[in-house]
């Protein structure tokens, strides 16, 4: 009699753990269909004790104020003609949005910050997202309350961006580690240590004259193009308030 209530509770048991591994099935088939949104927003609920203050909101917003001397210089020799001519994005103060980084992951492969907010804030993909010091990233996709950024450190980033002082375009492209790749299609490039590097006025997905970073280093010539690292002026480390630009197509 007691074999046979033992294997009784052991058949039990053993359904059972069947129905917890199956309910664990169904939550990963979900968490894979929904890309992870029900996780992120997850997250959100419990890190909101942990979100920076409003004081250091304060002072960022500040410190953005002196960017726009920077901005200033770089839209006096703006071709505002070309921009007009071609229909490209712009952007406005009424169209930012305010947004703390509530998780981040900057030292790996796949650099990228999560933001506390999403799509019922009107966070579309695409948008770009600037710190103090310039532009940190475009938003790759959104859940209802939060947002993820790819930043420009990641190898899944490209950007057009503009050298003011030889008057070029260029391909901004991230390489995994702290410094993008800049990639100009000319080997006769005058390009020089510290020159200054913003988005492109040609650029079909950023708003133009965001500051973006300096030259650090040149590489050597190859065939038809010349590359170099860039120095962000922007750091994803140390920011906790960001700015999501809306832009007009």
Same mark, same amino acid.
């Given at each position: 009699m007691l074999n046979n209530r033992r294997i009784s509770t052991n058949r039990w048991w053993h359904?059972?753990? =069947?129905?917890? *591994? *199956?309910?664990i099935f169904l939550f990963l088939v *979900?968490?894979?269909?929904?890309?992870? #949104?029900?996780?992120?927003? /997850?997250?959100?609920?419990?890190?909101? %004790? /942990?979100? %920076?203050?409003? /004081?250091?909101?304060?002072?960022?917003?500040?410190?953005?104020?002196?960017?726009?001397l920077i901005k200033l210089n770089l839209l006096k020799s703006d071709n505002k003609r070309l921009r007009e001519i071609l229909n490209l994005q712009e952007?406005? =103060? #009424? =169209?930012?949005?305010?947004?703390a980084v509530i998780s981040r992951k900057t030292g790996?492969?796949?650099?990228?910050?999560?933001?506390?907010?999403?799509?019922?804030?009107? &966070?579309?993909?695409?948008?770009?997202?600037?710190?103090?010091?310039?532009?940190?990233g475009r938003v790759s996709s959104t859940s209802f /309350?939060?947002?993820?950024?790819?930043?420009?450190t990641s190898p899944e980033s490209k950007v057009g961006i503009w050298l003011d002082r030889i008057q070029m375009n260029g391909l901004l492209i991230g390489s995994g580690?702290?410094? %993008? =790749?800049? &990639?100009?299609? #000319?080997?006769?490039?005058?390009i020089k240590v510290g020159d200054f590097v913003s988005s492109s006025p040609a650029s079909t997905l950023l708003p133009p004259n965001?500051?973006?970073?300096? &030259?650090?280093?040149?590489?050597? %010539?190859?065939?038809a193009k010349k590359t170099a690292k860039i120095l962000l002026l922007a750091k994803?480390? &140390?920011?906790?308030?960001?700015?999501?630009l809306k832009a007009k197509i």
């Open positions: 359904k059972k753990k =069947n129905w917890i *591994f *199956f309910a *979900f968490v894979r269909i929904s890309k992870g #949104s029900l996780y992120k927003d /997850f997250y959100y609920f419990i890190s909101k %004790p /942990f979100w %920076p203050g409003q /004081f250091q909101k304060e002072v960022i917003l500040q410190s953005s104020e002196q960017e726009s952007s406005s =103060n #009424s =169209n930012t949005i305010s947004a790996s492969w796949w650099r990228q910050i999560t933001l506390n907010k999403g799509s019922k804030d009107g &966070v579309e993909i695409g948008s770009c997202v600037i710190g103090p010091g310039g532009l940190l /309350f939060t947002s993820s950024v790819i930043l420009l580690d702290s410094y %993008p =790749n800049l &990639v100009l299609y #000319s080997k006769d490039a005058d965001i500051p973006i970073g300096i &030259v650090k280093s040149i590489d050597k %010539p190859l065939k994803p480390q &140390v920011i906790d308030w960001v700015q999501i």
